[in-house]
């Protein structure tokens, strides 16, 4: 069992930056594929990007491609997301999730521990 708490969202201007956190429990974080998703209302959850167990193989959904940067401190039981250049429709609710397959596909059905997300807001 995983439990997942995000924070660091807020209220940004466009082209400001933001990171976000989430703090996993337990001692077997390691062993965990970790993503990031984001729901924005009335839209389906998306994928963000993802980071294997050992912080290799990251990978990114097309529209935040070189402006988010995903991390983990396997000692810190953290994974961070590192948002620069934030634009007015990447407002939306952000949640962290872990995987135990090695390398996890974008479906959210391939992730089976979640958050309860945070806020993130770009004014334009």
């Known amino acids: 069992q995983v439990q997942l708490v995000e924070s660091g969202g807020g209220l940004v201007q466009a082209g400001g930056s933001l990171r976000l956190s989430c703090e996993a429990s337990?001692?077997?974080?390691?062993?965990?594929?970790m993503g990031w998703f984001r729901q924005a209302p009335g839209q389906e959850r998306e994928f963000v990007a993802r980071?294997?167990?050992?912080?290799?193989?990251?990978y990114y959904g097309d529209s935040v491609k070189g402006r988010l940067t995903i991390s983990r401190d396997n000692a810190k039981n953290t994974v961070y997301l590192q948002m620069n250049n934030l634009k007015p429709e990447d407002t939306a609710r952000y949640y962290c999730?872990?995987?135990?397959?090695?390398?996890?596909?974008?479906?959210?059905?391939?992730?089976?521990?979640w958050g309860q997300g945070t806020q993130v807001t770009v004014s334009s």
């Open positions: 999730a872990a995987s135990s397959a090695i390398i996890p596909n974008m479906a959210t059905q391939a992730y089976q521990y």
């Open positions: 337990g001692r077997t974080f390691s062993r965990y594929a």
């Open positions: 980071i294997a167990w050992n912080g290799g193989m990251t």
